[in-house]
């Protein structure tokens, strides 16, 4: 019985998820009824006490044999006025946690830049945006860096980063022109004094939150709350339950090693894990701003674990939006 649908995607395209959303599979409860794979519920908690498995979602419940947990983790944004997404803010539009990903962008070309954090993600972001910023400041609210030495020293020995001890943003405000991010107010905690800082790019390093809270503890986690595989693999704490991107791995959070687990997964489903075992399988997915990378390594795994295993009754992804 070949059940698994997915929609046709041959290139990638920069509007996929419309795209996706715009085909039958996300839009009708008919794509459910027919054994379709792809259903769009929100997950609110799961039970994994024992088999079959349960991911209780808004509209209904769904068991499994197996379980995959690709749920991702989210940046840490911080709630001071003028960082938000809203007509007053600057989030997109100046502001982003991921300087990797848009540092490049030409609004922040030869343009003054700061970064909030003193962990590793901060000393890694701000040498990444001395390659495009004229001059780059870390926004930092101790005395001192936790990031790894080397890291400090990377950036301390950097003439074009400069480091503001002791400070918290307080405020972001606008150029005046194009409503794009003019610069910030920032407050030195010790004493308490505000001064203006012009730059037109901001960016979150303060570290990421892993999308674990719906296990509700069912199975292991670190202490920052990340899911813990068995080392060289994508096994949980719980038999017949696995774990791949971000959601497990806090160093690292690039698409390759994303998909390289993913791949990792889906070899050790084919070693370990019978195919009647694989009646159904779930794959949870999480997270408005990493949903168009993830729907493409899904839909993929989706397509691969179909080919491999032609046994397989159904499959469910659930979509977290
Ligand atoms: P971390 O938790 O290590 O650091 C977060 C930083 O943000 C800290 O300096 C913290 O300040 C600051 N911060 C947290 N909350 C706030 C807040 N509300 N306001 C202002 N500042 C805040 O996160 P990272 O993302 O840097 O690193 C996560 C893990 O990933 C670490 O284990 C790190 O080693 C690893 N990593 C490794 C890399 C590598 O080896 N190449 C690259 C990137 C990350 P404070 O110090 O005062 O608590």
Redesign the pocket.
Not at 116 to 122: E, R
Not at 205 to 208: F, M, N, R, S, V
């Given at each position: 019985m070949s059940l698994l649908h997915t929609p046709p995607l041959r290139t990638p395209h920069p509007n996929l998820i419309d795209k996706i959303f715009q085909t039958k599979y996300l839009h009708s409860n008919s794509a459910v009824a027919s054994n379709s794979a792809v259903c769009v519920r929100t997950n609110s908690k799961v039970d994994f006490s024992s088999r079959p498995f349960r991911v209780f979602t808004d509209s209904r419940t769904v068991e499994a044999d197996s379980v995959i947990v690709a749920t991702g983790a989210v940046a840490?944004r911080?709630p001071f006025t003028g960082s938000g997404d809203g007509p007053d803010g600057f989030w997109n539009r100046g502001i982003s946690a991921c300087a990797v990903c848009d540092g490049a962008a030409p609004i922040f070309r030869n343009k003054p830049l700061a970064v909030?954090?003193?962990?590793?993600?901060?000393m890694?972001e701000a040498t990444f945006l001395t390659e495009y910023g004229s001059e780059v400041y870390i926004i930092?609210?101790?005395d001192t860096f936790?990031a790894?030495k080397i890291m400090q020293s990377k950036v301390l020995s950097n003439s074009k980063i400069m480091v503001i001890w002791n400070s918290?943003v307080v405020e972001a405000y606008g150029d005046g022109e194009n409503k794009k991010l003019g610069g910030l107010k920032v407050k030195n905690v010790v004493t308490e004094e505000v001064s203006d800082l012009k730059v037109s790019g901001l960016f979150f390093?303060?570290?990421?939150e892993p999308a674990t809270k719906f296990l509700d503890g069912q199975l292991e986690l670190d202490s920052d709350g990340y899911v813990v595989t068995k080392p060289g693999t994508t096994k949980t704490s719980v038999e017949g339950v696995f774990a791949a991107g971000d959601v497990q791995d806090?160093?690292y959070r690039q698409a390759i090693t994303a998909a390289g687990t993913g791949l990792m997964l889906l070899a050790s489903l084919g070693s370990e894990c019978e195919e009647t075992m694989l009646k159904q399988l779930m794959l949870l997915e999480f997270g408005k701003r990493t949903m168009l990378l993830k729907l493409k390594r899904p839909l993929k795994l989706l397509k691969e674990l179909h080919s491999k295993f032609r046994k397989v009754l159904r499959i469910d992804v659930i979509l977290v939006v």
């Open positions: 840490k911080l909030i954090g003193g962990g590793d993600s901060a890694e930092h609210r101790r936790r790894s918290a390093a303060i570290g990421h806090k160093k």
